[in-house]
Every structure is written in structure tokens, then in C-alpha cells.
């Protein structure tokens, strides 16, 4: 009778133990959560890079194990995101992240059919639209970044131009008719994102050089090194003395270093990742967002059971942003600056869109835009509502708001993503 009891005691710890494992391999574990990532490219792109390794340090932080992290690597931005999503599901997530704007209507859909998992679309643009409560988008305050960037990069414009290696008479297809000094820019598409960010660089730039005008090539596309690197070359044969770039390969600087070896007076600002690297000459700095801090606070609340709110946007107040090291080739002063400027950032004594810092003209309007004598912007409406294009109705029906706040454009205010389209003078889009 022991020996028969004993063994019906054995066999049952068997069936707990498989059953533990099973347990183990369905993702279950002392965290409470498995998390699932979509993302439109992998670690040899900076961008996805960037994301990748801000949910690793907040996972560790939080003590999510990285066996609890599904990643679905290179997904259009098509139905494949919702059958990833769908996968996702069905892996025991609870928590379902993608990396890309694209892939924001396909993770909408997913939200609807799955009210029990919680959907975040990074750099999406309508989830507080929609009404659901499992479906969020998070943002970085990137302008802010862009900004300090093009600071780095006024500061060696200025060594430039002080030091007389750059000068109309040497180097005259790098200055215009009016003695503006020419600098450029490789932009993926003509989105509010890359309107924001160049804006927010080209007045970087001009805090410290007043006198430059800014060149916009569009590559129509996020990640095609053969395209922006065609870009850069194109600017760089124009004139432009530095190139900056809102898109994810190494394209840009990579064809600005050549050049500079050979012999051309050019410079560049880069996106996501240090291209210190890629560019060991050229490189000056790059924006940057620091993930963890959107991650860590999307983690812990899913994990804790808590409200996300359906935007979630922070800069260098919060440490959301910031540059990469700075490269050999700044001027020098640019270290002191930087710690100056993002001071004045942090406590709002500087705002990067400070409507005296530039002007626009009436044929330079992509929104309702209202302006004083003098070009300055008075009042600008933007409506938050998320658009099919193709017949100009509303998906989702957003509000018309005032974002010109206390003599400044309010960035990512009202929405995370953001949403300053205005055309300025001195730049020019190709």
C-alpha cells in the first residue's frame, strides 16, 4: 500500500512539473506580463535599434526577463503587422508593441478584436480618437533634440565662416545671392514628423549662424541607403556645407565622409544612433530618443494594471531625448553650448519654436495660419483629426486647436506625434 501511494505521489509531482513547464514556455512567469514587439526593420537599422534597445533597459529595469520579449523582426507595413499582431496574441502577450507609423491602422484593428491585450503604436497619431482603452501611441519630444543638434551644427558653421575657410569668395556654391550660407537636409517623406524635426534643426542652426537657408530632399522612403545617400551627395553638390537627416540608414553620413576625405568642405548631423562610427570626420552629432523612459512607463503600468494614457510624450525634462557624443570634428566652445541651451530647454526659458525666431509667407501655408505685419505667427489651428486623404474625410474626428501658446508653437501638446506642418522661410523643400 506505501509503495502504491508513493508512487501515485510521484506520478502527480511529474504532471505539476510538466505542467510548470508548459506554464514556463506559454510565458507565463512572476512578472505577470509577456510583451510582443513589431518592428519595421532590426538592429542594423538605427531607428528600430533605437527602440529595441530602449525595451531591453526598461525590461531589465523592471525585471521583465528577455525571455518574456517576442520580437517580430522586418514587418511591412501592411496586413502582415495585424498577422503578427494576431500571432502575438496567440503567443500569451499581454502587451503588444510596433515601431512604425505605418503600422498604426493595422494595430488599431488588432485592438478591436483583442480588448483584453493592450496595443501601443509608437509614433501613431489618432489612438486617443478612437475609444478604446487597450489602444495607446507614445512619442519622443525628438524636436527638442533636432534642435540642440542644429545648435552643434551652427556652432561649426560659425567656426567656418570665422576662420575663413568658408567664405563666398573660395567656396561660392555654398552661399546664395543673399550671402546665406547653404546647409541640407535628407528627409524620408513630407510628414508633420520630418517637418517638425527639420524646422526644429534649421532654427537650431540659426540661433547661432543667422544668415543660412536650408535645402530638403526627400528620399520617399525610411530606410534606402542608396537614396539618401544620392541626397546627401546632391545637397553636398549644391553647396551645403552640413547635412542633416531625418531617415534610418547610415546613407547620408557615410556619402558626406567620403567627400570630406576628398577634399569638400562638409559635415554631418545624424539620426537615432551615434555615426561617430560611419562617419569619423564628418560626423558632428546625432538626435537621439531615449525609449526606456516611454517603455519603462508603459511596462510598469500594464504590469501594475494601470491607466496608459492614450498619448505619452516627454523631452529633456524627462530625459527622453538627447544627442550622441560630440565628434572630433566640432568646434570648439560646442560642449559649454549644448550644456547652455539644453539648460534653457529644460527650464522653458528657451522654446524651440518661438515665434520671433522665424517667419512665414501666404504661399508657405499648410494650415490654418495667421500672421502679423512682419511674418511672425500669430495664431495657428491644426486640426487633430486623422484624415482619409483620398476623399479629405475624417476617420476619426479630432478637434481644431490653437497651438501657438504664450508666443511659441506647442509641440506634441495636444497629441503625442507631432503635428507642426507650417513651411518656413528659408527653407526649401526639392
Given at each position: 500500500?506505501?509503495?502504491?501511494?508513493?508512487?501515485?505521489?510521484?506520478?502527480?509531482?511529474?504532471?505539476?512539473?510538466?505542467?510548470?513547464?508548459?506554464?514556463?514556455c506559454?510565458?507565463?512567469?512572476?512578472?505577470?506580463?509577456k510583451?510582443?514587439?513589431?518592428?519595421i526593420?532590426?538592429?542594423?537599422?538605427?531607428?528600430?535599434?533605437?527602440?529595441?534597445?530602449?525595451?531591453?533597459?526598461?525590461?531589465?529595469?523592471?525585471?521583465?526577463?528577455?525571455?518574456?520579449?517576442?520580437?517580430?523582426y522586418?514587418?511591412?507595413?501592411?496586413?502582415?503587422?495585424?498577422?503578427?499582431?494576431?500571432?502575438l496574441?496567440?503567443?500569451?502577450?499581454?502587451?503588444?508593441?510596433?515601431?512604425?507609423?505605418?503600422?498604426?491602422?493595422?494595430?488599431?484593428q488588432?485592438?478591436?478584436?483583442?480588448p483584453?491585450?493592450?496595443?501601443?503604436?509608437?509614433?501613431?497619431?489618432?489612438?486617443?480618437?478612437?475609444?478604446?482603452?487597450?489602444?495607446?501611441?507614445?512619442?519622443?519630444?525628438t524636436?527638442?533634440?533636432?534642435?540642440?543638434?542644429?545648435?552643434?551644427?551652427?556652432?561649426?558653421l560659425?567656426?567656418?565662416?570665422?576662420n575663413?575657410?568658408?567664405?563666398?569668395?573660395?567656396?561660392?556654391?555654398?552661399?546664395?545671392?543673399?550671402?546665406?550660407?547653404?546647409?541640407?537636409y535628407?528627409?524620408?517623406?513630407?510628414?508633420?514628423?520630418?517637418?517638425?524635426?527639420?524646422t526644429?534643426?534649421?532654427?537650431?542652426v540659426?540661433?547661432?549662424?543667422?544668415?543660412?537657408?536650408?535645402n530638403?530632399?526627400?528620399?520617399?522612403?525610411?530606410?534606402d541607403?542608396?537614396?539618401?545617400?544620392?541626397?546627401?551627395?546632391?545637397?553636398?553638390?549644391?553647396?551645403?556645407?552640413?547635412?542633416?537627416?531625418?531617415?534610418?540608414?547610415?546613407?547620408?553620413?557615410?556619402?558626406?565622409?567620403?567627400?570630406?576625405?576628398?577634399?569638400?568642405?562638409?559635415y554631418?548631423?545624424?539620426?537615432?544612433?551615434d555615426?561617430?562610427?560611419?562617419?569619423?570626420?564628418?560626423?558632428?552629432?546625432?538626435?537621439?530618443?531615449?525609449?526606456?523612459?516611454?517603455?519603462?512607463?508603459?511596462?510598469?503600468?500594464?504590469?501594475?494594471?494601470?491607466?496608459?494614457?492614450?498619448?505619452?510624450?516627454?523631452?529633456?525634462?524627462?530625459?527622453?531625448?538627447?544627442?550622441?557624443?560630440?565628434?572630433?570634428?566640432?568646434?570648439a566652445?560646442?560642449?559649454?553650448?549644448?550644456?547652455?541651451?539644453?539648460?534653457?530647454?529644460?527650464?522653458g526659458?528657451i522654446?524651440?519654436?518661438?515665434?520671433?525666431?522665424?517667419?512665414?509667407?501666404?504661399d508657405?501655408?499648410?494650415?490654418?495660419?495667421t500672421?502679423?505685419?512682419?511674418?511672425?505667427?500669430?495664431?495657428?489651428?491644426?486640426?487633430?483629426?486623422?484624415?482619409?486623404?483620398?476623399?479629405?474625410?475624417?476617420?476619426?474626428?479630432?478637434?481644431?486647436?490653437?497651438?501657438?501658446?504664450?508666443?511659441?508653437?506647442?509641440e506634441?501638446?495636444?497629441?503625442?506625434?507631432?503635428?507642426?506642418?507650417?513651411?518656413?522661410?528659408?527653407?526649401?523643400?526639392?
Open positions: 500500500m506505501f509503495r502504491k501511494l508513493t508512487a501515485i505521489i510521484m506520478a502527480m509531482a511529474m504532471v505539476f512539473s510538466v505542467m510548470a513547464m508548459l506554464t514556463s506559454s510565458g507565463e512567469n512572476e512578472d505577470g506580463i510583451i510582443g514587439v513589431i518592428l526593420g532590426d538592429e542594423t537599422e538605427g531607428y528600430s535599434k533605437a527602440h529595441i534597445d530602449g525595451i531591453k533597459a526598461a525590461a531589465n529595469e523592471l525585471g521583465v526577463s528577455e525571455n518574456n520579449i517576442v520580437w517580430k522586418k514587418t511591412l507595413e501592411s496586413s502582415d503587422c495585424l498577422d503578427a499582431a494576431t500571432d496574441v496567440g503567443q500569451g502577450c499581454t502587451l503588444i508593441i510596433s515601431n512604425s507609423y505605418g503600422h498604426q491602422t493595422f494595430m488599431v488588432a485592438a478591436e478584436q483583442f483584453e491585450i493592450t496595443f501601443a503604436a509608437m509614433t501613431g497619431d489618432f489612438a486617443a480618437l478612437t475609444g478604446l482603452d487597450n489602444f495607446v501611441n507614445g512619442f519622443m519630444g524636436y527638442e533634440s533636432r534642435y540642440v543638434s542644429g545648435v552643434v551644427a551652427g556652432m561649426k560659425k567656426e567656418l565662416l570665422d575663413g575657410t568658408l567664405t563666398a569668395e573660395t567656396q561660392p556654391k555654398s552661399f546664395d545671392e543673399n550671402g546665406n550660407v547653404k546647409i541640407g535628407v528627409g524620408a517623406f513630407d510628414y508633420s514628423e520630418v517637418v517638425s524635426g527639420y526644429a534643426f534649421y532654427l537650431g540659426k540661433s547661432i549662424v543667422e544668415n543660412v537657408i536650408m530638403v530632399n526627400y528620399t520617399e522612403s525610411w530606410f541607403i542608396d537614396k539618401e545617400a544620392a541626397a546627401a551627395e546632391a545637397l553636398i553638390a549644391d553647396g551645403a556645407v552640413i547635412i542633416c537627416q531625418h531617415a534610418d540608414s547610415t546613407g547620408a553620413p557615410s556619402a558626406t565622409e567620403k567627400l570630406l576625405n576628398n577634399g569638400t568642405i562638409c554631418s548631423v545624424g539620426y537615432n544612433i555615426m561617430i562610427d560611419t562617419a569619423p570626420n564628418a560626423a558632428l552629432t546625432s538626435a537621439t530618443n531615449n525609449w526606456s523612459v516611454y517603455y519603462k512607463k508603459l511596462i510598469s503600468s500594464v504590469m501594475n494594471g494601470e491607466d496608459m494614457p492614450a498619448d505619452y510624450s516627454v523631452g529633456y525634462a524627462n530625459d527622453g531625448v538627447k544627442i550622441t557624443p560630440l565628434g572630433k570634428s566640432c568646434a566652445g560646442t560642449a559649454e553650448k549644448v550644456a547652455e541651451v539644453e539648460a534653457g530647454i529644460k527650464n526659458t522654446k524651440v519654436f518661438d515665434t520671433d525666431t522665424f517667419t512665414v509667407s501666404a508657405q501655408f499648410t494650415c490654418t495660419v500672421t502679423d505685419e512682419a511674418g511672425h505667427v500669430t495664431s495657428c489651428l491644426v486640426d487633430t483629426s486623422f484624415m482619409d486623404w483620398s476623399t479629405m474625410t475624417p476617420i476619426y474626428q479630432g478637434e481644431l486647436v490653437e497651438c501657438i501658446v504664450d508666443g511659441a508653437f506647442a506634441s501638446t495636444h497629441r503625442s506625434a507631432p503635428y507642426f506642418s507650417i513651411r518656413i522661410d528659408g527653407i526649401i523643400e526639392n
